[in-house]
Each structure stands twice: as structure tokens, then as C-alpha cells.
């Protein structure tokens, strides 16, 4: 038989026993599901949302303007997702596929009254991702957030994504973190937050909640051991906390400078948290953090081509980063008392004897811990000028 022969024959005999993809459902048979929202209703029920897109508008418009959404939000009522899920369905023509989901929402009720007990689909099922954006909506719910558009993207589930990873946090981390934290007893869970707002913060600003157009990010959402939501930090407390953890990307710092002010973008962000125990079970905990960055801006008299000018700013930026952060620490020990920063865990890892001795009442221990903060900070641009152009020769500090 020649060579060409047996070729056809194998050919022909894997031919019959390939078999297709039987339960394949084509991209027009989809409805692609991008966000999706947790409330209760007024008994308490799930009320469980969604963002779908809407193909045939996606192309069309420019910008993400015109009067047609580009998006279709839909929402129903059950015991739990998959109840909600099957009376959604009926009323969509096409199947749902959450694959492509980007972000979750829970609303502020919601999440007060406590998640642990309706959450298992998001990491049970094999189509969703655990690595994705999750926010607490601040006074509002997920259904209303999910209805909000935003000009500048389309579909707008992904301006609150792009708009965390701008600002430097965790990005498609957060539930991930927020699942590592509920299952461990020296931290506390804990989300970032967006609320319905403009663009405009001043004109808008009373304006009822109707006339609210976007989401933007409004600080970090703090909850308990039992998953319930307890308090809130805001934007800049959130950056402070992303810092101590060791998550934040980028931070601009400002301060005040000889008569002035100057700003700090401050990148290759560091944290080092290093407890201490006494022999009478007294905690304290040092605080160490480092960054360096680029100045942006300097409003004062100072001369940065001199050395000793730029150490005099560091040493500025120190002392304004360490009393900020410091204030932080203090607002989450005294406020809510529950160790959002992880100071338990480190004891856990560092010191595990001792850490079995701690644990069971580690929440009232961590706010009468003693916290100390250290800030070690390197200017290492100063732009393209060593004085501000705004001062004469005679008023430059040399």
C-alpha cells in the first residue's frame, strides 16, 4: 500500500470519529453580560440586575453619544442568583452568558444587611471570573448605578473599571482580596466605593438624585467578621490605605511649602509593617513607607537645583504624609475597630505562637494597639526649572 494510501485512510478514519462542539451557541444566540447588581427588595428578596449589550448600537454612534442606549439593564426578584437568573431569562431572547463580566455592584442596602450568604454563585460557577471589579454603591442602589450612562465610554460598566485603575488601587483584584480577607482572622474585608454623581462638583452639587449622570469613585467600604457593611473611608483615606497595604500604584501628595504649596507624584510605592509584643501581651506596630517621584508643582521661593532645598521639601512631604496616614490608622482603630490594614496577620506570619493567643480577641486588642508611622520619601525629578519662573532673582531662596 503505498504511503499516499495509508494517509487518506487515517485521514478518513479521524474524519468519522471528530465530533463538533454539540452544545455550541453562536455569538448572535449570546447576551453578553457585562455588570451585574445585588439589592433587596422591600421583603427582603435578592434583586438581582444586569448590564447587557446591545450589538447593533455598540458600532453606530461616536463617542457614546445619541439617544439610544447602548446598553440594556434588566433586573428580577428570587431567593437567590439562580432564581433571579431564571426569571430573567424569560424575559431575553437570547442566552445569558456572563463570561465577559467586568464588575459588580452592591448596592448600599445590601450590603449593610450582610453578603455572605448570597455570593457562592460568584465563585461556584465556571463562567465567571473571580478576578473582577466589585464596588459598594454609597447611598444607592446596584440597579440605579447599572442605569447610569457615561459619555465617555461605552459600554459605561467599564468607566468605574478604568477609573480604579487610574486612581492606582486594586483594579480586578478587589474581590479576590475581599474573599482572601473574609477567610482570615488578623483582617477585615473591605471594597471600594463609588456614588451616583456629575462631572461638576460645584453648580450640580444639590441637585436632586435624578439629575445625578455618572459614577465616580467616592473612598473605601469597611466591613465586619460577619460581612456586613459598617462605615466608610473616603478617597483620600483610601489612598493612605491602599499605601499601607502595599497596593497603591501612584499618589499625588500636596503640601505646605515657605509661603506656598507644592505637589509630589509619587510612584514605586512601598510598605513595610513590623509588630512588636511585650511580655505583658502590649502591641505596637511600626509603619514603615517608602516612594519617591517627580515634583510637579512648587508655588514657593525655593531653589530645587540646591540639595539642601530638596531635602527641606522631602522632609515636608514626611511630615505631612506621616500625620495624614497616621490619622487614618487611628479613624479605622477607634471608629469602627476592626483591622482593615492586615497589623493581625503580620503578627500571624511573624509571631504564629503567639498569634493562637491573640486571635479570639483580636479586634478589641488592635484598637489599643500603639501605631507608629515612618515615611522615607526621594524627590527624584524636579522638572525643568530649579526656582519657580514666578519669583525674581532676589526673592529665590538659594
Same mark, same amino acid.
Given at each position: ?39 433587596? /427588595? ?18 453606530? @454612534? ?144 444639590? @441637585? ?103 531635602? /527641606?521639601? @522631602? ?84
Amino acid at each position: 500500500m503505498s504511503r499516499r494510501s495509508i494517509f487518506c485512510y487515517v485521514f478518513c478514519f479521524c474524519i468519522i470519529f471528530t465530533t463538533g462542539c454539540w452544545d455550541r451557541k453562536e455569538l448572535n444566540d449570546r447576551a453578553i453580560w457585562l455588570a451585574t447588581g445585588f439589592d433587596f /427588595d422591600e421583603k427582603k428578596d435578592l434583586q438581582f440586575s444586569g448590564q447587557i449589550v446591545v450589538p447593533s448600537l455598540m458600532q453606530s @454612534q461616536n463617542g457614546g453619544g445619541g439617544a439610544a442606549k447602548e446598553f440594556l439593564t434588566i433586573s428580577s426578584n428570587g431567593k437567590n442568583v439562580n432564581d433571579s437568573m431564571q426569571n430573567i431569562q424569560e424575559k431575553l431572547s437570547r442566552k445569558e452568558f456572563s463570561g465577559q463580566r467586568r464588575v459588580v455592584f452592591f448596592g448600599e442596602e445590601f450590603a449593610k444587611h450582610g453578603i455572605k450568604n448570597h455570593l457562592d454563585v460568584n465563585s461556584r460557577s465556571h463562567e465567571v471570573s473571580i478576578r473582577t471589579d466589585v464596588f459598594v454603591v454609597k447611598e444607592g442602589t446596584a440597579k440605579e448605578a447599572l442605569n447610569l450612562n457615561y459619555p465617555l465610554e461605552k459600554p459605561p460598566a467599564t468607566a468605574t473599571i478604568k477609573a480604579h485603575k487610574e486612581a492606582g488601587g486594586r483594579g480586578d483584584k478587589a474581590f479576590l482580596n475581599f474573599l482572601i480577607a473574609a477567610n482570615s482572622d488578623g483582617i477585615r474585608p473591605t471594597l471600594p466605593v463609588v456614588e451616583m454623581g456629575n462631572f461638576d462638583d460645584g453648580e450640580n452639587k444639590g @441637585q436632586e438624585s435624578s439629575s445625578k449622570s455618572i459614577l465616580r469613585l467616592a473612598g473605601l467600604a469597611i466591613f465586619n467578621e460577619e460581612l456586613e457593611l459598617i462605615g466608610y473611608l473616603n478617597n483620600q483615606e483610601n489612598r493612605h490605605f491602599l499605601w499601607v497595604m502595599g497596593n497603591l500604584k501612584n499618589m499625588t501628595i500636596s503640601a505646605p511649602v515657605k509661603d506656598g504649596s507644592a505637589s509630589l507624584n509619587l510612584t514605586k510605592l512601598k510598605s513595610d509593617i513590623v509588630p512588636e509584643i511585650s511580655r505583658n501581651k502590649k502591641l505596637r506596630f511600626v509603619v514603615k513607607l517608602t516612594g519617591e517621584g517627580s515634583l510637579l508643582e512648587n508655588n514657593s521661593n525655593l531653589d530645587l537645583v540646591e540639595p539642601k532645598n530638596i531635602k /527641606d521639601m @522631602q522632609r515636608k512631604f514626611e511630615k505631612r504624609v506621616k500625620k495624614q496616614i497616621h490619622k487614618t490608622i487611628t479613624k479605622a482603630q477607634k471608629e469602627y475597630g476592626e483591622d482593615i490594614f492586615g497589623f493581625g496577620e503580620t503578627i500571624r506570619k511573624k509571631h504564629p505562637g503567639q498569634w493562637k493567643s491573640l486571635n479570639k480577641e483580636w479586634d478589641n486588642l488592635f484598637s489599643e494597639a500603639e501605631v507608629s508611622v515612618q515615611v522615607n520619601l526621594k524627590i527624584k525629578r524636579i522638572g525643568m526649572t530649579g526656582p519657580s519662573l514666578l519669583y525674581k532673582e532676589s526673592e529665590i531662596k538659594k
